[in-house]
């Protein structure tokens, strides 16, 4: 299957007071054609900011893409003239936020807001035929009675509801490649359950790329193809969805997985990754897992693995990851946690 989207060797820097922080530090990796990719990890790890890169919304004044290369559908984004790139974020390309009461105008009806997606980029496109868009998108992305929310505003719509119109925007021109950051975390269970078969539908139906960005992990077993752990700007395992959640490799995975609550634990205390995230300024070199990590020795400290291919199509950034496989404690209680998402 062709690569929609290639991304290679991308770091992005943020100016402070006492010089430049990176927050994303040389990443690298590819979404396919009708794909999804779940980014996961903690707050902070630089998810949102590999994203902000790949849709050119990065603040301006405090940061850049220092090196890198972004390839979206054969065209180059890292140098695209800034009008050209505003020509295609919300045509083919497209990004949902988490809260999108804070991306919708309290102001403006759903119809006037859908309209202005369509007309920025296409100025022929007449009223009525504007109208029938709206429509068809809002029924497609399950929107009972599209004829009336068409008129309402933003705060008379459930968050449900709102996310919806969020992800209609993103169909409205056919977009070809969709951010979800944090799509669901606002949204009650039942609600959320919705959302994720929704756009597995669109994945399937529309050909659809996207790229989930999330810290939930039964997100990630629901609905993503590929996984992407990353850790302090830099991705540590990459793998299929299977394969991640059978055999994780580098022990920042392993303790992800840890951390589910599953049926059955009764009163064991729930397990938690000791310590905290490194801020990216204190990055000195080394794995910046390595305060963390029960198995780090002083090679670990010294320097950075590279990505290496432990199995087929699953790699890791680990010098010990052949080392110190997950327990068998571990994979019975990771194989629990799965088959409880």
């Given at each position: 299957?062709?690569?929609?989207?290639?991304?290679?060797?991308?770091?992005?820097?943020?100016?402070?007071?006492?010089?430049?922080?990176?927050?994303?530090?040389?990443?690298?990796?590819?979404?396919?054609?009708?794909?999804?990719?779940?980014?996961?990890?903690?707050?902070?790890?630089?998810?949102?900011?590999?994203?902000?890169?790949?849709?050119?919304?990065?603040?301006?004044?405090?940061?850049?893409?220092?090196?890198?290369?972004?390839?979206?559908?054969?065209?180059?984004?890292?140098?695209?003239?800034?009008?050209?790139?505003?020509?295609?974020?919300?045509?083919?390309?497209?990004?949902?936020?988490?809260?999108?009461?804070?991306?919708?105008?309290?102001?403006?009806?759903?119809?006037?807001?859908?309209?202005?997606?369509?007309?920025?980029?296409?100025?022929?496109?007449?009223?009525?035929?504007?109208?029938?868009?709206?429509?068809?998108?809002?029924?497609?992305?399950?929107?009972?009675?599209?004829?009336?929310?068409?008129?309402?505003?933003?705060?008379?719509?459930?968050?449900?509801?709102?996310?919806?119109?969020?992800?209609?925007?993103?169909?409205?021109?056919?977009?070809?490649l969709l951010i979800a950051d944090e799509p669901t975390t606002a949204l009650d269970?039942?609600?959320?359950?919705?959302?994720?078969?929704?756009?597995?539908?669109?994945?399937?139906?529309?050909?659809?790329?996207?790229?989930?960005?999330?810290?939930?992990?039964?997100?990630?077993?629901?609905?993503?193809?590929?996984?992407?752990?990353?850790?302090?700007?830099?991705?540590?395992?990459?793998?299929?969805?299977?394969?991640?959640?059978?055999?994780?490799?580098?022990?920042?995975?392993?303790?992800?997985?840890?951390?589910?609550?599953?049926?059955?634990?009764?009163?064991?205390?729930?397990?938690?990754?000791?310590?905290?995230?490194?801020?990216?300024?204190?990055?000195?070199?080394?794995?910046?897992?390595?305060?963390?990590?029960?198995?780090?020795?002083?090679?670990?400290?010294?320097?950075?693995?590279?990505m290496t291919e432990a199995a087929q199509g699953h790699y890791v950034r680990c010098?010990?990851?052949?080392?110190?496989?997950?327990?068998?404690?571990?994979?019975?209680?990771?194989?629990?946690?799965?088959?409880?998402?």
């Amino acid at each position: 299957m062709e690569n929609l989207l290639n991304v290679e060797h991308l770091t992005t820097v943020f100016r402070t007071y006492e010089g430049e922080v990176t927050a994303v530090n040389d990443v690298s990796f590819y979404v396919k054609k009708g794909e999804i990719l779940g980014l996961v990890g903690e707050s902070g790890c630089g998810k949102s900011v590999t994203s902000l890169s790949v849709m050119g919304l990065l603040p301006r004044k405090n940061s850049r893409i220092r090196s890198g290369s972004i390839v979206f559908d054969g065209q180059e984004l890292t140098t695209l003239p800034r009008k050209a790139y505003d020509e295609l974020r919300g045509n083919a390309l497209a990004m949902i936020f988490q809260e999108p009461m804070t991306s919708l105008n309290p102001v403006f009806t759903i119809e006037n807001q859908l309209r202005e997606v369509i007309r920025n980029h296409d100025r022929s496109v007449s009223r009525q035929e504007c109208r029938n868009r709206i429509q068809e998108v809002l029924n497609k992305v399950g929107i009972p009675g599209a004829e009336n929310v068409m008129k309402q505003y933003p705060h008379q719509l459930s968050g449900g509801m709102r996310q919806r119109v969020m992800i209609s925007m993103a169909l409205i021109n056919h977009s070809k490649l969709l951010i979800a950051d944090e799509p669901t975390t606002a949204l009650d269970v039942t609600i959320q359950a919705q959302i994720l078969q929704l756009l597995k539908k669109l994945a399937k139906e529309e050909e659809m790329s996207i790229i989930l960005i999330t810290h939930d992990l039964s997100v990630v077993a629901e609905v993503c193809d590929r996984v992407q752990v990353m850790y302090c700007g830099r991705f540590v395992e990459t793998a299929s969805r299977e394969a991640f959640f059978e055999s994780p490799m580098h022990p920042y995975s392993k303790g992800l997985l840890k951390c589910i609550p599953y049926i059955g634990m009764s009163d064991q205390e729930l397990y938690h990754i000791p310590g905290n995230v490194m801020h990216p300024a204190d990055d000195e070199g080394g794995c910046s897992f390595a305060p963390r990590c029960p198995d780090a020795d002083e090679r670990c400290r010294a320097s950075v693995a590279p990505m290496t291919e432990a199995a087929q199509g699953h790699y890791v950034r680990c010098f010990r990851c052949g080392a110190s496989p997950m327990t068998s404690t571990e994979k019975e209680e990771s194989d629990v946690s799965a088959g409880n998402e």
